[in-house]
Structures are given as C-alpha cells and as structure tokens.
C-alpha cells in the first residue's frame, strides 16, 4: 500500500516540477553571469552566448532554425502576438481569422478582443470525439482570411489536431497556420516541418521547466509586427531585457524532453492505458472523454455519472492526489467547461468529469493507488447523491 | 479555500439519506447547473424529529446540505424556518467567494419540503 503522507502529482497538464538539472542550468544566471545581453562587455557578452545557446536548443527540439524562435513570457503570450501581430500588419483594416471551440482561453480571449476592435472569427465545431473537420476549416476560408489557429493538443481532454492536413489547406489558400502546442511538445514528437506550421507556440513550465517563459516559433518569411513596444529584441518582436535564466532553463527543459520522447510517450500511454482499464472494470457509469487514440499518451479525462467533479477533486486531494476538474458547478463559471460543452457530453456526466494528466515521474504502484481512491470516491459520493438507496 | 469545518463535514456528512414515509420533500437545482439538493423531513407535533438529504453537487452543496439538516433537526417547523443563510455559513465557518450562487440551495430544499409538508396537512 502507498505511503499515506506522500503526495501523488497527476495534474501535468496545468504545470510540471521543474527538472533539478534545469534549476542547475540556471542558477549562475542569476548571481554570476547576470549581464544584459544587449551590453558590449564581457557580462554581456556571456549572457548573449547563452541566449544564442538556448534559441539553439529550443529551434532543435521542433525541427526549427535558431532565428525562427522568438522568446516570450509563455504560453499565452506567444498565442497573443501570434494571432494580434499578423493582424495588427494592417491597422483598421477588418481581418478574418479561424480557429476552433476548443482552443485555450489564451486563443479564444485573443479572438474576443480582435472581434471587439472589429475583426471576424469564425470557430469550426469539433466531433464527439473532440476532433475538428478540416474540411469545416476549408470552407470557412473567405478572401479575407488571414490566418488559422488550431491547437495541436488539447489541454482538457488531450485531443490531438490534424495539423498536417489543416496545413496544406492554409498553404493552397495563402492563409498563415499558427497552432497552440503548448501541451503537445514534449509530450509527442513536434516537428514544424513536419506539421507545416508557420507559427507555433510553447511553454517552458509544461515540460519541466520554470514558469514565465515561452516562446512562439515564427517560420523564415512570415509577417508579422510586435504588440509591445520597446528595444529591439527578439528581432523587434518582442522587446524588453530577456529573461535569460528563465530561457536557459526552459532551453535545457526542452533538450531533456526531446531526448526523452524516445521512453517517456509509451511507458506514460501504458500507464494511462492501464488506469482507464482499471478504472472502467471497477465503476459503472463511466466515459472517457476525446478520442480513443488521436490524444495525449499522459491524458486521461473521465466522467462519472451522479457525482461532481469538484468533490471528486476534494477527496482525491484529502487522499494525497492532486488531479483537476473542467466541469464546475454552475456557482464558479457560467457552464461546465466549454471543452466538455463543445464534445456535447450528456448532462448526467458533464459537471462529473476529473483530468488526469501524467508525468515522467508517475509510477504504476500510483496508478493502482488512484484507481482504487477514484473507486472510493465515486462510491462514496454516489452513496451521497444516488436519489435510491445505495 | 474551503474553512476546515467545511471539509470536515463536507468528508463525514451527517443525515445523508432518504425518508421513505416523508411528511415533506424539498428539491431544488438542476443536473444542467451541476447541482441538486433534495430534503426530506419527518414532523411530529410540529417538530422536524428528522431530517435527511440527497445531494449531487459541489463541496459547498454538500456540505451545506449536512449543515442545514443539522441545524433544523429538533427544531419547531417555525425555527426551522427561521433559520438564516448566515446561519448556515457561520456554522461553517464561512465560504470561499464565489460560491454564493449554490450556497443557498440547501436552504431553500428545506423551505420547500416544509412548503410541502404544510401543503399537505
Ligand atoms: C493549450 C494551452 N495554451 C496556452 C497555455 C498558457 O500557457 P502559459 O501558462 O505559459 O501562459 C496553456 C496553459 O495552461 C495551455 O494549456
Ligand atoms: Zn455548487
């Protein structure tokens, strides 16, 4: 049996404990080499060969080149300059842009201020299955389409896009692709040729990594303009001191994933794998949701019919599991998530779903322990809630 | 956060059940909001002599839902009317913000099972 006090992380998807031999790479950052990249001496000098170094190991683990990786403070703001700086090349001028229902919030708030200063967003739906159709995205191309933003994963349910695919139509239409692989790399392999994007976004925090740091992979050749103003850094795009300990650990967290991704992706969907069985051989009344196998190999997102996900949450806290729920009661948001709104998941199970996202130091001895605490917990909170006598 | 009493009782929630010969039943919300609170109560000569929940819902449904039945159980069908929101919170040493929305829910349940349970004598 598990040790009681000891805690289990299976909440990778919101954040990752950052590797020790990053918080290594970065340490003399702070004290030591602490130059300003932009300076002539030798301070400086020593901190712009690091950043040199890190744009270097970043570009290599998406198959990209040194210059095409642009530095941010994370995730969302690599989103943001994305999609508001190609827009921006053309002040007052009413832009169209795709993307789906199931973006992050970093896209979808981004559409709704675009929108609001005039713009057009068309979002396609997606399956049952949390899949959009590329040919949705085909016919809501118009002549005014500027650019399409389809996240490559999932941050609910894991889903995985068809981005290849989605790429050729933005290249045979002369539409910039920009996807959000914010929970994608260092999960699965990310290739930027591969997948034909011009615009990529990632962040360090999601793949052991410090967090505030992030970078959006720009293709040779795209257009695009800053939406902050300042020094010319990172090429103009992106002004401002760099954050240079944070990318040198991000840099060294990008390396450590791409030489995992040969071991970690299939002993993480073995041990997924080996959860959903479990958990599906002990409780009734349970969905997988997203895609049997277009997902995340570390994501499984559950629902169970008759109990919450909040409380669902609660208990597996109080058992030392730390896992998350999209589904709320209708007191902390609006809706359910808007993922699970958007698969069209039956009500009975929508405010009744938990995401377990695995990491590189998950066991199956914590897999077994989750099992058997979900069982409990179900059982437990169904005994609380079933209208009949359990 | 949650206040310790709340996940105490939230954890170990007393009166959870059904009373089959109820004299009243209360149900308020909806699966769609996520949810649902249903009281039953059991009166002799005026007395709430007991008092029992089904609940599906969120940590502050529930625990709320156990807190009421606490708080009325034993209680003249007037107190328990009388018995305030703030009551209820203060018993639980507080709610998180945000949480205003289904922390009444349980309340209102038992309102309406002794709505029910004076509809009917
Ligand atoms: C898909 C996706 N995009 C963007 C973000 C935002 O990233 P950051 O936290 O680095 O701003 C997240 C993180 O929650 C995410 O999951
Ligand atoms: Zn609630």
């Not at chain 1, 609001?116 to 979002?123: A, E, L, P, Q, W």
């Not at chain 1, 996240?151 to 996807?179: C, F, R, S, W």
């Amino acid at each position: 049996m598990m040790d009681i006090m000891k805690r289990i992380y299976m909440d990778h998807s919101a954040t990752t404990p950052v590797d020790p031999r990053v918080v290594d790479a970065m340490l003399p950052y702070f004290t030591e080499k602490f130059g300003n990249s932009s300076s002539l001496h030798s301070f400086g000098q020593e901190a712009a060969e690091a950043l040199s170094m890190a744009r270097g190991h970043v570009a290599d683990s998406i198959g990209a080149r040194e210059e095409e990786i642009i530095f941010t403070s994370g995730g969302t703001e690599s989103d943001n300059l994305a999609l508001q700086g190609v827009l921006s090349r053309e002040p007052g001028k009413r832009q169209h842009i795709i993307t789906s229902v199931l973006e992050h919030p970093a896209v979808l708030s981004t559409c709704d201020f675009l929108k609001s200063i005039g713009h057009d967003v068309t979002y396609v739906p997606v399956s049952s299955e949390g899949i959009v159709d590329v040919g949705d995205i085909e016919r809501a191309i118009r002549d005014d389409t500027v650019i399409i933003s389809i996240m490559h994963a999932n941050n609910e349910i894991g889903t995985i896009q068809p981005i290849e695919e989605i790429a050729k139509i933005a290249k045979d239409n002369d539409v910039y692709l920009h996807t959000d692989a914010v929970q994608s790399v260092g999960k699965i392999p990310v290739d930027v040729d591969q997948l034909g994007v011009d615009m990529l976004s990632i962040s360090s925090h999601k793949l052991h990594g410090p967090k505030g740091v992030g970078a959006l992979y720009v293709r040779e050749g795209t257009s695009l303009t800053p939406v902050i103003f300042g020094g010319g850094h990172e090429s103009g795009l992106r002004p401002g001191t760099e954050n240079i300990a944070g990318i040198v650990g991000f840099a060294k967290a990008s390396s450590i994933a791409k030489e995992r991704l040969g071991t970690d992706p299939a002993r993480m969907g073995r041990l997924r794998d080996a959860l959903i069985k479990k958990v599906f051989n002990t409780i009734d009344d349970v969905r997988l949701n997203g895609h049997a196998t277009q997902r995340l190999p570390n994501n499984a997102n559950l629902s169970f019919r008759h109990v919450e996900g909040e409380s669902m949450l609660m208990l597996l806290d109080i058992a030392g599991i730390a896992v998350s729920t999209g589904s709320a009661c209708s007191s902390r948001s609006q809706h359910a998530s808007h993922v699970l709104d958007s698969i069209g998941l039956d009500p009975d199970y929508i405010h009744g779903s938990i995401r377990i996202s695995l990491g590189r130091e998950n066991t199956m001895d914590e897999v077994d322990y989750l099992a058997e605490a979900l069982q409990e917990t179900v059982a437990k909170l169904r005994q609380i809630s079933s209208p009949v006598e359990c | 956060m949650y206040s310790k009493k709340i996940i105490e009782e939230f954890t170990n929630p007393k009166n959870v059940g059904i009373i089959e010969d109820a004299d009243g039943v209360g149900e308020i919300g909806s699966t769609i909001d996520g949810d649902v609170i249903t009281v039953y109560i059991k009166v002799d000569d005026d007395v709430l002599k007991d008092v029992k929940f089904k609940t599906f819902g969120c940590v502050v449904a529930i625990s709320t839902s156990t807190m009421v039945t606490q708080l009325a159980k034993g209680k003249t069908v007037e107190e328990a009317l009388a018995i305030s929101n703030e009551d209820v919170q203060d018993a639980l040493g507080g709610l998180p913000k945000g949480k205003d929305r289904c922390s009444g829910f349980a309340l209102d349940a038992l309102h309406k099972a002794i709505e029910d349970y004076r509809n009917k004598s």
